[in-house]
């Protein structure tokens, strides 16, 4: 069981920066790919971006490419979202989860946190 804690979201203005944090619980974090979705209102889930095991594997969703940076630390157990020169329709609920493979399928993550919302003012 893991259980997943995403906290750094918030009002800003466009072009502005957030940087999203998601803690895990348990020993195992360092097994799991992390992934990072957003759902904005009227609209599905959506992929953003994952990071593997070691970090060294990062895949994105072409729409943040160069804006958003995906990171972790596995001494700290957290999974991490830099976003840059944010834009109003970055305005989502963002969720970070887990998963054992190379995926940007929602079905293919076990676990989800409960979301941060982002709210992007133009």
């Known amino acids: 069981q893991v259980q997943l804690v995403e906290s750094g979201g918030g009002l800003v203005q466009a072009g502005d920066s957030l940087r999203l944090s998601c803690a895990a619980s348990?020993?195992?974090?360092?097994?799991?790919?992390m992934g990072w979705f957003r759902q904005a209102p009227g609209k599905a889930r959506e992929f953003v971006a994952q990071?593997?095991?070691?970090?060294?594997?990062?895949y994105y969703a072409d729409f943040v490419k160069g804006r958003f940076t995906i990171s972790r630390d596995n001494v700290k157990n957290t999974v991490y979202l830099q976003m840059n020169s944010l834009k109003p329709e970055d305005t989502a609920i963002y969720y970070c989860?887990?998963?054992?493979?190379?995926?940007?399928?929602?079905?293919?993550?076990?676990?989800w946190g409960q979301g941060t919302q982002v709210t992007v003012s133009s």
């Open positions: 348990g020993r195992t974090f360092s097994s799991y790919y």
């Open positions: 989860a887990t998963a054992s493979i190379i995926s940007k399928r929602d079905n293919d993550y076990d676990y």
């Open positions: 990071i593997s095991e070691s970090g060294l594997g990062l």
